[in-house]
Every structure is written in C-alpha cells, then in structure tokens.
C-alpha cells in the first residue's frame, strides 16, 4: 500500500482542533480555562514535563533493555534523578488540581482495591473493566 503524505497532511489538518492549529483560538481556550478556576500554566507545565521527564527515565530502560546499558550505581541514580524530576511535575499537577499527592495515592488505592478483589492482580479484570473505571 503507498501512502500519500500529502493527502495525509491535508486529513490530519481537517481533523485537528482550532485551538492546536491556532494560537488565538489556543488563548481563548486558556483563558475560559482561567474563568472556570483551572490553572492553565500550571497543568500544562505539569503535563508537559510528566511526560518529558517519563521520557527520559524510559530512555535508561530502554538502553539497559535493548542496547546493552549496565544495572549499575550510575544508571539507578540516573532514573532515580529522573523519577524526582517526575514526582517535581506531579506535584505541580496537583497544586493545579487543588490536590495532593497524598490524596492521589489513596485515589489510586481505592481505584485499584475496586478493580483487583482481594488485592490481586488478574488479566481477566485488567481487561475487562466495569463502567466507570478508567
């Protein structure tokens, strides 16, 4: 099958929102945001760096996995470093969220007790959730 990027372009542009094609319309989205007593910056920054910093925290596995990287001193410190630079924007997450980390856990807990009776993992409710659960 060829792909023709072009047309992919052209179906990718129609199917992406205002706000991600467009600065002004990504402004009004963070300020009606501001209105409704989010913290725009604060998500965004708490996003984007989860993300990043989950990133180079998997770049370590990945090398130690894949390429050869030793289990050693040095490359636990390294993910240890990266997981502190993770729990840096999950905290900042959470004071977007009016939250804390605390509470998140214990979110996690009761999200994970409900989907694991008995506190054992199973593929079968991995799978198959009940409504609701996300």
Request: glycine letters at 10%; aromatic letters at 8%; proline letters at 3%.
């Amino acid at each position: 099958m060829s792909v023709d990027f072009s047309k992919y372009g052209e179906f990718v542009d129609t199917v992406t929102s205002a706000p991600s094609k467009g600065t002004g319309e990504m402004i009004a989205v963070l300020k009606d945001l501001k209105v409704r007593g989010a913290q725009p910056e604060r998500l965004l920054t708490g996003a984007v760096g989860i993300c990043a910093e989950g990133g180079e925290f998997m770049e370590v596995v990945k090398k130690m996995v894949f390429q050869g990287k030793p289990y050693d001193h040095d490359n636990v410190w390294h993910m240890k470093r990266e997981l502190g630079d993770i729990m840096f924007y999950v905290q900042t997450a959470c004071i977007a969220l009016g939250t804390t980390v605390d509470e998140i856990v214990e979110m996690n807990v009761e999200k994970l007790e409900a989907r694991y009776p008995g506190g054992k993992f199973s593929v079968e409710n991995s799978e198959n959730r009940v409504e609701g659960d996300l």
